[in-house]
């Protein structure tokens, strides 16, 4: 058997290679689950569909409020279908408002203006009004919301 | 100019020294042999489990709120709710139990070698003040959790202070934050808890390490004497045993023995049985069996005969031999006392 | 241990440890104990209402029930509901408020949403009136008073409303949480199927499904939906599970016409022929109700139940007949008198009548202890078949052949007369051999039909044969009866019955029962007390 000089010392090295890397993977791990546990959990959203019309009571090229709690929704019924955007302004957070007869939406604070799709067409609104996922089942027009729980945590 | 006399222009210290401070006390300190043996580690345990404690406690804060109304449920959250809470808690709870018992056997260890003798007697009242201490963070510590247990432990426990003579009362009403325990009790207990305490405690424990070294790790008899190993690797390895041992320890104990929740507290119905924590059984069982100011009076000697003993042991005879029989007579008999009302205690 | 490499190796031992700890914290989630309940939004109108109904302090628990209720989740307030047009029947404007508001939400509003349910149950026996049309008794013997919170209540499940819709929702489900839960809790149907005439609701807890679901039944959640095909997570079924709920062969249906093959409670059983169009005839129906017996039982096992019971139903039919016969007959020689005002009756000699022995006794005989006798079959409920069904018709019959034969019947007294033992079965019998559940030695050796008419299962064997041919029995039903009839010593136990290891078994009863008497003898029947009686010459 050859005797080479350099295998004690290797093995040594690969000993205390060994030893200072599970002590760090312990050491790894312990610091892994203290961040898990002030990291707010990601948990995945949950949705579940909420009424917000029925099909007849919006006319074409018309828009109903509505308020989801203390936000304002405004469902419009266009010629395509049905959209619901939340009515919050996506500048800095007024309440935005319908103008039928210019079939817009107009926000005081800033004068930012979206057309009835949504879309910024003035103003300084960085992109266009939130809009929830529509759903129509027979004559009754559903979004989709987020499910939250109720107690004191988020 | 390179950055190390940049930096040195704006920090103006004597880097060499400093290094050389650091090396002394970290790496070439030299430990006496006896420490090789585990029983004598009894004193770097609690400070690993006290770091543990802090930082466990440090992240239950980010969850804990310290109201009646939201303090058992935000226990309740961190236990079921947030991820790894329960495992924070349980660390938490069982490093404070761990704590005791390693203070306990290292008061006992450093008690029946008799490290406690000239020069080193105010490092045990350094010692017997953190004790205290620790007591204090245990008493405040579960008291927080606000379930009956706690509630009426902490009602009973302040009740205490009264039968401390002429300011009993004035420190009943401080520490409560009123006559009885409310929502102001809650949180000066957490102030305690959380800053005051600490504080103190490590004020406390720097002077207590500090006058450890400035004395050298005394030696036990028995020992070769004049044999010593560096810090560095030993005793450094030694720590980084125990804590990974402590934290698989405790973290076992959170699995088989989680820590409960108990029942919210109700300010208007007592439970049948309250008691408060095991360490706390002794002095608990002992003012049930003699009438209260005897046992104030009882209990108040003995603490002041276990802060002085150093100065009073020599006081006793002026033979070594003697002092030995007579320390060791007497700890013998204190230990027997104290686990014999544990015990009854734990049974009734 | 106390060497460099030594320490090396415990802080390597040690790592792996608390590495291996540390996957099984990371593994472990403490249980969750708080059942979440979800985040409602109200929307502008309900708050409306809620704030005037708070401040006024009206019905506000209803509130607090709606919170609860998967409609308060998904947007449905009260006004999605409570939604009026002018002129609707029920249309107020709220006080205080410029709100229209339909007090009583029928059906009609339900199907906005809800269309399919209304549909089936529209097309159930739970929306059919037919307590209006043959509404003799309550028209009759009961007045409006009585009849207001009586039967009024439990029938207001099938109303017609003004508008047009039939039934009452939340009957079963109630308002404002509208629960599931609630609309399967056996209690819920047992509001209106209770009670001397249709006790289901006892009979289910006398069951053996009952008994289980009562021990048991606590911790269930029985909120689940069986929309799916699920399979149905209950140990033993509740109402519902039977009657209306899916599993995975069919779908969960509100018509609870759906699955029943048997009119039980009609003065005469027969196979229902209810919208055989959608449903299909009763043996579509009794099919699948057999999928749900399916679930947990054997075919062996819940055909030869259904058999059984469908033969029940059939052998009542007999007995009706006889009460017909004797009513029709005294009605005929006007021994007993039909209720008529100015040319028009008031009662029917076939079905009700009240003031007349017959007549009272043909009417519980259907209505009351005929129906517990053959729902008691049906559900599983012995004692409600036995000692509160046959036994009380047959009292029923025998008491009224008696009164015909007081009151001057000639055949009627040549029965009432009769010393034979087969004047109590002067109507024609159905039998099959053996039970469900297993074979009894004993238990068929006693019968007096059995033992003294020898051309007893030929009769038997014949009536069996005609009702099949007439198609109150299904092919399946007769080939398994006829199964049973050609091995009938065997499904009667006969063959068994004397065996020595039975006979041994028997005779050590029949031993200690003569102890029994002999002892209930010697004890107090033999006892002479010598304090005597007061009454002169006793």
Same mark, same amino acid.
């Given at each position: 058997?050859?005797?080479k ?10 000993k205390n ?9 312990a ?7 203290l961040? #898990?546990?002030?990291?707010p959990?990601?948990e995945?959203?949950?949705y579940?569909?909420y009424?917000?019309?029925?099909i ?16 304002p ?9 049905y959209?619901?955007f ?7 957070g ?6 039928? #007869? ?5 926000c005081?604070?800033?004068?930012g203006?979206?057309?009835k799709t ?16 529509? #759903? ?19 | ?29 030299p ?12 004193g770097?345990t609690?400070l ?7 930082l ?5 804060a ?5 109201s009646?109304?939201?303090?058992f ?9 947030v991820r790894?809470?329960?495992w924070?808690r ?20 450093v008690?029946?070698?008799?490290a ?11 010692g017997?003040?953190?004790f205290?201490l ?13 379930n ?10 302040t ?6 003579? !002429?300011?009993?009362?004035?420190l !009943? ?18 102030? !305690? ?21 400035l ?13 010593y ?17 402590? !934290?698989?320890l ?5 699995i ?11 300010p208007t119905v007592?439970p ?6 095991w ?11 003699v009438p209260l100011?005897?046992g ?8 002041i ?12 005879s002026?033979?070594?031999e003697?002092r ?22 734990s049974?009734? | 241990m ?29 249980e969750?104990?708080h ?15 809620i704030?005037c109904?708070?401040e ?8 607090d029930?709606?919170k ?7 947007g ?5 509901c ?10 107020f404007t709220?006080?205080?408020?410029d ?6 939400p ?6 906005k949403?809800?269309?399919q349910?209304v ?13 209006? $049309? ?7 013997f ?7 919170h009586?039967? &009024?209540?439990?029938?207001?499940v099938g ?5 047009g819709s039939?039934g009452?929702c ?5 308002k404002?949480?509208?629960?599931k839960?609630v ?7 047992? &509001? ?20 289980i679901f009562k ?21 033993v079924?509740?109402?519902t ?6 599993n ?20 005469w059983?027969?196979?229902t022929?209810w919208?055989?169009?959608?449903l ?9 109700m ?10 062996d096992?819940?055909?030869?139940y ?14 009706r ?7 029709k ?7 007993i008198h ?13 079905l ?14 259907w ?19 036995q000692?509160?069904g046959?036994?009380?018709?047959q ?7 008696k009164?015909?034969?007081e009151?001057g019947?000639?055949e ?10 087969t ?25 007096f039909?059995?033992?003294? $008419? ?30 049973r ?5 065997y ?6 019955a004397?065996?020595p290891?039975?006979d ?7 031993k ?10 010697e004890q ?8 005597k ?5 006793r």
């Amino acid at each position: 058997m050859t005797n080479k000089p350099e295998n004690p010392k290797r093995r040594a090295f690969l000993k205390n290679f060994a030893i200072i890397g599970t002590l760090l993977v312990a050491i790894g791990m312990f610091f892994r689950n203290l961040w #898990e546990y002030i990291y707010p959990p990601k948990e995945k959203k949950k949705y579940h569909k909420y009424l917000v019309a029925k099909i007849d009571s919006v006319p074409v090229g018309k828009a109903k409020e509505i308020k989801l709690g203390k936000t304002p929704v405004f469902v419009v019924h266009l010629p395509d279908g049905y959209r619901v955007f939340s009515g919050i302004c996506t500048h800095l957070g007024c309440i935005v408002r319908w103008e039928e #007869e210019k079939q817009r939406f107009f926000c005081p604070c800033h004068k930012g203006i979206y057309d009835k799709t949504g879309k910024v067409i003035g103003g300084p609104p960085p992109r266009p009004l939130d809009q929830y996922k529509v #759903e129509v089942d027979k004559n009754l027009v559903y979004i989709y919301v987020e499910s939250k729980t109720r107690g004191p945590w988020a | 100019m390179n950055f190390k006399d940049w930096f040195k222009e704006r920090f103006p210290i004597d880097y060499d020294k400093f290094v050389e401070i650091n090396e002394r006390i970290f790496i070439k300190e030299p430990i006496p042999v006896h420490m090789k043996k585990w029983w004598y580690c009894m004193g770097a345990t609690p400070l690993i489990l006290f770091a543990l404690q802090g930082l466990t406690g440090i992240f239950l804060a980010f969850y804990f709120v310290p109201s009646p109304e939201m303090a058992f449920e935000s226990v309740r959250h961190i236990t079921q709710d947030v991820r790894f809470g329960f495992w924070i808690r349980g660390l938490h709870r069982w490093g404070a139990n761990l704590m005791i018992l390693s203070l306990l056997l290292h008061i006992t260890r450093v008690f029946f070698t008799r490290a406690y003798q000239r020069p080193r007697e105010f490092n045990w009242i350094i010692g017997v003040v953190l004790f205290g201490l620790s007591l204090t963070f245990s008493f405040t510590g579960y008291s927080l959790t606000y379930n009956q247990l706690s509630y009426w432990a902490a009602t009973v426990g302040t009740n205490l202070i009264k039968s401390v003579p !002429l300011i009993g009362h004035e420190l !009943l009403y401080l520490l409560r934050g009123g006559e009885e325990v409310t929502a102001n009790t809650l949180t000066r207990f957490y102030m !305690l808890h959380v800053w005051f305490l600490p504080l103190f405690l490590v004020f406390f424990l720097i002077l207590h390490i500090i006058v450890l070294r400035l004395h050298g790790v005394s030696e036990p008899e028995g020992f070769p004497k004049g044999k010593y190993f560096p810090f560095y690797p030993h005793h450094f390895y030694k720590i980084i045993i125990a804590t990974l041992f402590l !934290l698989a320890l405790m973290s076992s104990l959170t699995i088989i023995l989680p820590p409960g929740l108990g029942t919210p507290a109700d300010p208007t119905v007592t439970p049948f049985h309250i008691k408060p924590e095991w360490y706390f059984y002794p002095t608990y069982r002992f003012l049930q069996l003699v009438p209260l100011k005897v046992g104030i009076y009882v209990t108040g000697a003995f603490l002041i005969a276990f802060t002085f003993w150093p100065f009073i042991e020599p006081l006793l005879s002026k033979k070594n031999e003697v002092r030995r029989k007579i320390s060791w007579g007497v700890g013998a008999l204190t230990l027997i006392i104290t686990l014999g009302l544990t015990i009854w205690e734990s049974l009734v | 241990m106390d060497t460099v490499k030594g320490q090396q190796w415990l802080i390597g031992i040690f790592s792996t440890l608390l590495i291996v700890i540390l996957i099984i914290v990371a593994g472990m989630e403490m249980e969750k104990s708080h059942a979440t309940k979800p985040e409602i939004e109200i929307d502008k109108m309900t708050a409306r209402c809620i704030t005037c109904h708070e401040e006024k302090g009206i019905a506000v628990k209803q509130i607090d029930a709606w919170k609860e209720s998967k409609h308060a989740v998904m947007g449905i307030g009260c006004y999605e509901c409570h939604e009026a047009k002018k002129g609707d029947f029920d249309a107020f404007t709220c006080t205080g408020s410029d709100i229209l508001i339909g007090r009583h939400p029928t059906p009609k509003d339900c199907a906005k949403c809800h269309e399919q349910q209304v549909k089936e149950f529209a097309n159930s026996k739970h929306a059919h009136q037919f307590w209006l $049309l043959k509404n003799g008794d309550r028209a009759v013997f009961e007045f409006p008073m009585a009849t207001r919170h009586g039967c &009024e209540e439990c029938h207001q499940v099938g109303n017609i409303w003004p508008d047009g819709s039939v039934g009452e929702c939340d009957v079963c489900h109630a308002k404002h949480s509208f629960s599931k839960a609630v609309a399967r809790q056996p209690e819920t149907c047992g &509001e209106c199927h209770v009670g001397p005439d249709h006790p289901q609701i006892e009979e289910y807890i006398e069951s053996k499904h009952g008994n289980i679901f009562k021990a048991k039944g606590k911790h269930w959640d029985l909120n689940y939906s069986t929309k799916d095909h699920q399979k149905i997570p209950l140990e033993v079924p509740v109402c519902t599970t039977c009657h209306m709920d899916g599993n995975e062969t069919q779908p969960m249906t509100h018509n609870v016409s759906a699955r029943l093959a048997t009119e039980s409670q009609a003065p005469w059983s027969f196979r229902t022929v209810w919208d055989e169009e959608h449903l299909g005839n009763w043996k579509k129906k009794r099919e699948r109700m057999e999928e749900i017996c399916a679930s947990c039982h054997a075919p062996d096992f819940y055909k030869m139940y259904f058999l059984t019971a469908d033969l029940v139903n059939l052998q009542y039919n007999e007995i009706r007949r006889q009460f017909v016969y004797w009513t029709k007959k005294l009605t005929k020689n006007g021994t007993i008198h039909r209720l008529q005002r100015d040319g028009k009756f008031f009662s029917s000699p076939v079905l009700n009548g009240w003031d007349e022995l017959p007549e009272h006794n043909m009417y519980y005989g259907w209505h009351h202890e005929g129906r517990r006798f053959r729902m008691g079959a049906e559900m599983m409920a012995a004692d409600y078949t036995q000692w509160h069904g046959i036994w009380e018709v047959q009292e029923d019959l025998t008491e009224l052949i008696k009164w015909a034969a007081e009151h001057g019947d000639a055949e009627a007294k040549k029965i009432a007369k009769s010393n034979d033992p087969t004047k109590f079965i002067t109507f024609a019998l159905y039998d099959v051999p053996g039970t469900a559940w297993g074979i009894a030695a004993k238990t068929n050796t006693t019968p007096f039909v059995y033992n003294n $008419l020898p051309d007893y299962w030929d009769r038997v064997y014949k009536n069996v044969e005609a009702a099949f041919q007439h198609g109150l029995l299904s092919e399946d039903q007769w080939q398994l009866w006829l199964k049973r009839y050609k091995n009938k010593d065997y499904y009667l136990g006969l063959k068994f019955a004397n065996t020595p290891q039975v006979d041994s078994t028997w005779n050590f009863y029949k031993k200690r029962n003569d102890i029994d008497l002999q002892k209930m003898k010697e004890q107090v029947i033999d006892l002479v007390l010598p304090g005597k009686s007061f009454f002169e010459g006793r």
